[in-house]
């Protein structure tokens, strides 16, 4: 987890709120690294992690996440993290005979309504253990990233159904955590793809925007982040503030300073 | 006194907002955004109406109950009649718990009450069924139910009907959003600047021009609302009266300005291609180098010298 990222939404793993749901999207840049820093932070506070992971591979990031001090192997081992491969579970769906629906049955289907296998899986993973000791705090949910569900057929209201569901079991019902990722192409086009991100932006409870710089890359200040506090809980937050930091992704951190005010600049 | 009375002994200017937008009946749309919220405002007319003494029916489709009903005292909780839609809308449980036909079927049964006492719907949020619903669909059964009190027949033993509906802009076009505005009788559109929020009120009063008003508000954790006069100039952050303006004419190399016997210069100037009786008169004077100027013309031998004026056969 990136410690400056903890400072400025003004949490820690001991003491992060619960119930929430927190929105990433990223637009003309990678917002991955804030997958990378949710993963890393719910580790560590030790919640029981449900990542569905669509668009990289467990190794990809078990590597960020070593550098970021968790392992994700023994994270997995010992039954705190729950990792759904996509790119390997859906070659399974399509060449393996399944006699259970498979969390991506909707590849296999020519007319998938909805995403209730994802949801079924999900809700399996995050289950409180009947064993009577709590081993891990909250339950939580990743997702990285949805757009990918948008390209692979599911239409956009089937996907905000699919969050919804999770919102209910995992944020209301088990008291955890969701955080996922959808990117901003910022193609007036994609008419799907704007449902799905103002929908989801409507339910957030934060919003964490990172956008490359518009005047094009530059070396030392990789991109911008926005943060939309949307329904803050303590009624002294003044509502809706939203705040924009830049920032520059190093080897094994990441780096936040206000708008100009980068090191290589002063 | 009464909850109803003590609510209207409330501040005068925060009881004309909520009151307005509750006075008409029928449909009042919020329309929020992303970076304006509009649960707030939907709470605090939630509160005002149940502090009115009206049955207050609540259909929440897109946030849990326990988040709906906090802020509330208990007095208002206990008014509010809470129909969950958000812990499984669609029945993916299988388990018939929730109310059979969805929230809209939920929202028709409404249409086939006769108690004489008002009530308020709160629909939270028509965006939730316009993204699932067609569109006609919902504008069919929100004019059912919005319009129960004016249709003849049994009119007199049917209360008023108020149905508030939050209606999130950004998720539909142009069509839809403009379907349910043209039903509404009061619409509120959330926008704000520099951290302060405003609503621009709509209402459409029957056989009436409909009237438009905004109004800076704001509001506060226990759901009422605070009027306030707008954002105050001084929080303006561009203009700093210490740094007194620089004046760019200072210190230039060229004059800007003209003096008085320079301008009358200028005025009389007489422009080249201006044709004036002054400029006719110097054509038409005979120039004094003009005697001794001669042409000498050596002709070539291939000229063909013609004496005759080829414009003779002209006849002009």
Avoid at chain 1, 213 to 220: K, V
């Amino acid at each position: 987890m990136f410690v400056e990222l903890n400072n400025l939404l003004n949490t820690t793993p001991d003491r992060a709120e619960q119930g929430k749901l927190t929105l990433l999207c990223d637009a003309k840049t990678d917002g991955s690294f804030l997958v990378h820093h949710f993963l890393s932070f719910y580790l560590k506070a030790n919640c029981k992690v449900c990542f569905v992971a669509l668009i990289q591979s467990f190794s990809h990031y078990s590597i960020v996440g070593q550098k970021l001090g968790v392992s994700l192997t023994m994270a997995r081992e010992r039954g705190q993290l729950v990792f759904l491969e996509g790119l390997k579970s859906a070659v399974d769906v399509v060449f393996q005979a399944q006699k259970e629906p498979h969390p991506l049955q909707f590849l296999r289907e020519a007319n998938a309504g909805n995403l209730k296998p994802l949801f079924e899986f999900v809700r399996e993973a995050l289950k409180p253990i009947d064993s009577g000791e709590a081993r891990w705090t909250y339950p939580v949910l990743l997702v990285d990233d949805l757009s990918v569900l948008l390209s692979l057929g599911m239409g956009a209201v089937a996907v905000l159904d699919f969050i919804h569901y999770c919102r209910a079991t995992v944020c209301w019902e088990l008291k955890g955590n969701m955080v996922v990722l959808v990117h901003d192409s910022g193609d007036a086009e994609d008419e799907e793809n704007d449902i799905l991100l103002n929908g989801l932006s409507h339910q957030s409870h934060l919003i964490l925007r990172a956008e490359g710089l518009a005047t094009g890359f530059c070396r030392d200040v990789h991109g911008q982040l926005r943060i939309l506090w949307r329904r803050p809980s303590q009624p002294t937050v003044h509502r809706d503030q939203s705040f924009t930091y830049q920032y520059k992704i190093q080897d094994k951190s990441v780096s936040f300073f206000a708008k100009g005010m980068s090191p290589a600049v002063l | 006194m009464t909850p109803s009375e003590g609510a209207r002994a409330g501040t005068g200017r925060e009881l004309e907002m909520l009151d307005s937008l509750l006075a008409l009946g029928g449909l009042v749309l919020l329309r929020d955004s992303v970076e304006w919220e509009g649960r707030s405002l939907l709470k605090a007319l939630v509160k005002k109406s149940a502090l009115c003494g009206e049955q207050v029916h609540i259909l929440g489709c897109e946030v849990s109950e326990e988040e709906f009903r906090e802020g509330f005292d208990s007095d208002i909780n206990n008014r509010l009649v809470y129909h969950d839609f958000f812990r499984d809308p669609l029945n993916w449980s299988k388990t018939e718990e929730a109310f059979p036909g969805g929230p809209l079927g939920a929202l028709r049964a409404m249409c086939k009450r006769t108690d004489p006492v008002p009530v308020t719907i709160a629909l939270d949020s028509p965006s939730w069924l316009l993204l699932r619903l067609p569109c006609t669909t919902l504008c069919q059964a929100l004019h059912a139910v919005s319009h129960q009190d004016s249709c003849p027949g049994d009119s007199s033993s049917v209360g008023k009907v108020t149905v508030l509906g939050l209606l999130h802009e950004e998720l539909h076009g142009p069509g839809p959003v403009g379907a349910l505005s043209s039903l509404a009788q009061t619409e509120v559109t959330l926008g704000g600047t520099m951290g302060q929020a405003l609503a621009h009120i709509l209402c459409r009063r029957p056989r009436q021009r409909p009237t438009d008003q905004t109004q800076w508000f704001s509001i506060l954790p226990d759901f009422s609302l605070d009027l306030q006069e707008g954002p105050s100039v001084e929080s303006q952050p561009y203009s700093d009266p210490h740094i007194p303006p620089v004046d760019p004419t200072t210190h230039l190399t060229f004059n800007l300005h003209l003096s008085k016997k320079e301008r009358e210069a200028r005025d009389s100037l007489i422009l080249p291609f201006q044709f004036s009786s002054e400029k006719q008169q110097a054509l038409l004077r005979p120039r004094p180098g003009q005697a001794t100027s001669h042409i000498f013309y050596e002709p070539d031998a291939y000229d063909d010298l013609d004496q005759e004026d080829p414009d003779d056969d002209l006849d002009i």
